[in-house]
């Protein structure tokens, strides 16, 4: 199986800061990769997929990139309905996921 | 709107079975392939398996090879999982989950857009 590694696993972060996560994969999966945010409580939610492709509805502070084996989801200023943990999940293959990041106060 | 809604999840003792069931309304459930995601309590997801939207081509994480079938009627837009053989590190909610893109077949990326509630199955003796 394709294994996903996301960085970090946990962050504190405040309103308005700037969050990076990376999603780091065993072998290449071109652009077959997806993210998704989930509150405590609530389902997932697909935000991005095919490594860049912005869901509708999803506010254009979410950003991903990259592609191969290195992958990024940034929120340019967190809100407070960010905080959750974000998975990256790809597709090259039977879908895997990644650990989860957790995003704190 | 589109509405996923699980129910058959429950509590089973070690190598029991159970069929988890998942209604689907909102779109047009032929068209799409659907999937089934697992997530063991505190932990993160993982995928179960995958239909075609025809209900002909099935997949099934190697965890779960051999012991659960996945399968539709979309005569009643639903879609099951039958379990069996069930151990306690089967014991998650269990998720159903519509592929983001219609068609494609068997080879459907598994691209989740909407998911359901998910349902509780526990696995205790």
């Known amino acids: 199986d394709i294994q996903l590694t996301q960085s970090p696993s946990s962050l504190s972060a405040s309103v308005g800061d700037r969050v990076t996560i990376t999603c780091r994969v065993s072998q290449g999966i071109s652009s077959y990769l997806n993210w998704y945010r989930q509150k405590p409580g609530t389902v997932p939610k697909l935000l991005i997929d095919s490594a860049s492709n912005l869901q509708s509805e999803v506010p254009s502070r979410f950003s991903g990139g990259g592609s191969g084996t290195d992958f990024t989801l940034t929120i340019s200023s967190l809100q407070p309905g960010d905080f959750a943990t974000y998975y990256c999940?790809?597709?090259?293959?039977?879908?895997?996921f990644g650990q989860g990041t957790t995003v704190e106060i | 709107e589109v509405q996923l809604l699980e129910s058959g999840g429950g509590l089973v003792q070690p190598g029991g079975s159970l069929r988890l069931s998942c209604a689907a309304s909102?779109?047009?459930?032929?068209?799409?392939?659907m999937s089934w995601v697992r997530q063991a309590p505190g932990k993160g997801l993982e995928w179960v398996s995958k239909?075609?939207?025809?209900?002909?081509?099935?997949y099934y994480a190697d965890s779960v090879t051999g012991r659960f079938t996945t399968s539709r009627d979309s005569s009643s837009s639903t879609l099951y999982l039958q379990m069996n053989s069930l151990g306690v590190e089967d014991t998650a909610v269990y998720y159903c989950?519509?592929?983001?893109?219609?068609?494609?077949?068997?080879?459907?990326?598994?691209?989740?857009?909407?998911w359901g509630q998910g349902t509780l199955v526990t696995v205790s003796s």
């Open positions: 239909i075609s939207d025809s209900g002909a081509i099935t």
């Open positions: 989950a519509k592929h983001l893109k219609p068609g494609h077949g068997a080879t459907s990326p598994s691209q989740f857009d909407y």
């Open positions: 999940q790809q597709y090259y293959t039977h879908p895997t």
């Open positions: 909102g779109f047009s459930f032929s068209n799409y392939a």
